[in-house]
């Protein structure tokens, strides 16, 4: 059991450098680890191959379960120094609901160390780089998969007094027609805001009183009125989503986010983890979130580029109209015009927070050509794997998520994927009918040139709002302000309203795809039960676990496109190198001493964002003198705010007086970069 991801992920094991190694196994068919399971896994890893191979401790769940983790490094000449290399950290199932994730995790560990000494690529990074992978994060929620009777669950094992009662997780679900699956329940209810979609018996949808319709049921997860108050299913077992309880954009009074940032022992195990750890550079997520394909973050942007009034009693100060909008950018150039401030750096998230606009809530300027970059490399890796992923449906970051921390608060480049979602099913749309596919391949003239007839049909069947006219989008694609590809990209993410008339049920994809879903176990038809108190309850629905985790014969061939994906974006790691040093003898024991320093990887060494959250670590290059040598100009000790990635080089200079032929020294380090010594020679 414990070496099931062995039997269904690798090939063969081999024996490298030391390593222990197993014969090759026939391959089993594909299962889910339940917790214990998991951290066997990674024990029966470590074992096997000792010398690249470490369970460390992460910490515990809300149920004291462990949160396992493991280190993976080639050790190299000091073993002491694997935990100060520049590392990568890999999360998976914050949620506990997305078990695929957990599965992927496994593969990258398992494919990490079988691959050592036999892919180029993959032992490169482990003697230079330490892995760390923690493949479940939620073990309180993830054991609802493997219960009796299943249910999808996101919360810890905290007991919460969700309905304030006095009583803790007493009214959870309950499994009315005995299939051991919690589904949904209908009941016929005049005050009801549901109706059976016309299209789709099987589908419910809300009634839309502007259509003159009228709401004949009430919609309830499957379960009764435990503790008589009235509710159903108000206060099931557990209580917190440690993936809503990061510190950045945290939602206050909101209980399944927590009462405090970091208040579960799951986000702060990991915050202390991240912390402790400065030399994490990166962080790469299976999760719900695939920041992937949609990089909005938490909201709509607070900082960095609405424009804002600035408020009287320092508009004046500043010579600015109190009633006029400005850009914080305009703001910051005119503090540092008037030279206040007493040698602050005037940023725009700085300002933002000084008038109290809130967190930043969207990635960077300075940072998206980055992940605009990923994202495409991303995109050739689906379709290179001959992997289709609906797009429109990747879901964005949430807010309190570890995505959000990290990439705005701890400060380093984070991607999350979600590995599969539920396909949709293929239209073949008329010739002469625009579609997103056309539309992102058109240039704009080209876009101007169908007309606002054909584009008004396609922002209605898009679902855009009622407001969003064809006049003014080819306005805007005619002043720049939008592409023709960026547009088709927003519409795809535009949630359509369903509808009687014609409008396809915002379920509709999913009910076509459980359709063929090898024993029938997506869907439960809808069919009547005795229930307690509800006269003509029927209970059905799609089946738990369905929307976020694929079917078994599916899972292999995407886990093992984003692993080699994931292995590709850390060899993309920072790394610092010096170029050269020279030496040029001005006269009288004088020299200029010049230190050329580049980043070889492909990522900056600090991000826009870490830069401003105060969370990016500069590069400290330290001069080291000799006997009888002094500085004349420059620094002993320079910093650099950030190297770019693909071969930036930065030059350092200074004056030294020293005997000819002696020679001097340069330290150059950063806690995510690791150290690296250079010498020259005055002559």
Same mark, same amino acid.
């Given at each position: ?8 992920? =690798? ?12 014969k090759?196994? @026939? ?29 460390? %401790? ?12 493991i ?9 002491? $120094?694997?935990?100060?290399?520049? @590392? ?12 695929i994730? +957990? ?6 560990? /398992? ?18 780089? +330490? ?38 997780d007493?009214?959870?679900f ?28 099987? #589908?419910?949808? *809300? ?18 009125d ?7 299913n ?12 990061f ?32 030399a994490?550079?990166?962080?790469l ?7 992937l394909?949609?990089?909005?973050q ?8 609405? $424009? ?14 109190p ?24 940023? /725009? ?12 809530? @969207?990635?960077d ?6 992940f605009? =970059? ?13 992997l289709?992923?609906? *797009? $429109?449906? =990747? ?10 921390f ?43 040139? #169908?007309? /606002? ?9 898009a ?40 409008? @396809?049920?915002?379920e ?10 090898p ?10 039960? $005795? ?22 014969a ?10 080699d ?14 170029? *050269? ?20 990887g492909?990522?900056?060494t600090s991000?826009a ?8 670590? %500069? ?35 200074w ?10 020294g ?18």
């Open positions: 059991m414990t070496r099931r991801i062995v039997l269904v992920f =690798a090939v063969a094991v081999l024996v490298v450098g030391g390593v222990a190694a197993e090759e196994a @026939a391959p089993a068919a594909f299962s889910y680890h339940n917790p214990s399971q998991v951290a066997s896994a990674l024990k029966e890893m470590a074992g096997r191959y000792p010398l690249l191979a470490e369970v460390v %401790p992460l910490g515990k769940s809300a149920s004291k379960s462990d949160l396992a983790l280190r993976i490094a080639a050790p190299g000449k000091d073993k002491t $120094k694997i935990d100060f290399r520049p @590392a990568v950290l890999v999360t998976a199932n914050l949620e506990g609901l997305h078990l994730g +957990t599965e992927a995790a496994l593969a990258l560990a /398992e494919k990490l160390l079988s691959s050592y000494g036999t892919d180029k690529s993959v032992t490169a990074l482990l003697e230079t780089r +330490t892995v760390y992978i923690a493949p479940l994060l939620n073990p309180d929620a993830a054991l609802a998969y493997f219960s009796p009777v299943r249910q999808e669950r996101s919360l810890n094992g905290r007991p919460v007094d969700d309905d304030a009662d006095g009583a803790f007493e009214d959870g309950d499994d009315l027609n005995g299939d051991g699956l919690i589904t949904r329940m209908r009941v016929k209810d005049p005050e009801g805001k549901w109706i059976v979609d016309p299209q789709e018996p099987r #589908l419910m949808r *809300e009634a839309d009183p502007l259509k003159g319709e009228k709401g004949l049921y009430a919609v309830y997860t499957e379960g009764i435990n503790d008589g108050d009235g509710q159903y108000e206060d099931p077992p557990g209580g917190i989503e440690p993936n809503r309880n510190p950045h954009d945290f939602e206050y009074n909101t209980k399944p986010a927590g009462l405090w940032p970091v208040s579960e022992d799951e986000s702060r195990s990991l915050a202390r983890f991240l912390y402790d750890h400065p994490i550079g990166l962080v997520n299976f999760s719900t979130e695939n920041t394909l949609n990089m909005q938490t909201g709509q942007a607070k900082a960095g580029s609405d $424009k804002v009034k600035v408020p009287k009693m320092y508009a004046g100060f500043m010579g600015l109209d009633d006029q909008e400005y850009t914080l950018k305009e703001i910051v150039d005119v503090l540092k015009s008037l030279g206040v401030g007493g040698g602050v750096d005037f940023t /725009e998230d700085l300002v933002a927070q000084f008038l109290g606009l809130g967190p930043a809530v @969207a990635i300027r300075q940072d998206q050509p980055l605009d =970059a990923v994202q495409k490399d991303y995109k050739d890796a689906l379709k290179a794997a001959k289709e992923y609906p *797009e $429109k449906r =990747a879901k964005g970051v949430g807010r309190g998520s570890l995505t959000a990290i990439y705005f608060q701890y400060g380093v480049p984070v991607f999350s994927t979600d590995v599969w979602a539920v396909p949709e099913p293929k239209k073949e749309a008329p010739q002469d009918v625009l579609t997103s596919d056309k539309l992102k391949a058109m240039s704009p003239d080209e876009f101007i040139g #169908l007309g /606002e007839e054909k584009i008004d049909a396609f922002l209605k069947e679902g855009a709002p009622p407001n969003f006219k064809a006049a003014m989008v080819i306005n805007m694609v005619k002043s720049g302000q939008v592409t023709p590809a960026k547009m088709a990209e927003m519409m795809d993410k535009m949630p359509k309203k369903p509808g009687a008339d014609g409008e @396809a049920n915002p509709d994809y999913l009910i076509k795809y459980a359709d063929g879903v024993g029938g176990k997506a869907f439960v038809p809808w069919a009547p039960v $005795k229930h307690p108190t509800l006269a003509g309850t029927e209970v059905g629905g799609f089946a738990p676990y369905f929307r976020v985790n694929p079917p078994p599916e899972a292999k061939a995407w886990v093992e496109a984003h692993i994906f994931y292995i590709k974006l850390m060899a993309k790691m920072p790394e610092l190198k010096v170029g *050269e040093t020279k030496v040029k003898a001005i006269g009288s024991g004088l020299y200029e001493v010049s230190l050329f320093l580049t980043n070889t492909w990522f900056p991000t964002q870490g830069r401003r959250s105060r969370q990016a670590w %500069p590069i400290r290059v330290a001069l080291n003198l000799g006997e009888r040598q002094t500085l004349v100009t420059g620094r002993r000790v320079e910093t650099l705010p950030v190297i770019n990635g693909s071969g930036e080089v930065k030059k350092l200079t004056t030294v007086r020293g005997p000819n032929g002696s020679r001097l340069f330290t150059c380090s950063s806690p995510r970069l690791g150290s690296l010594d250079a010498s020259a020679t005055l002559n």
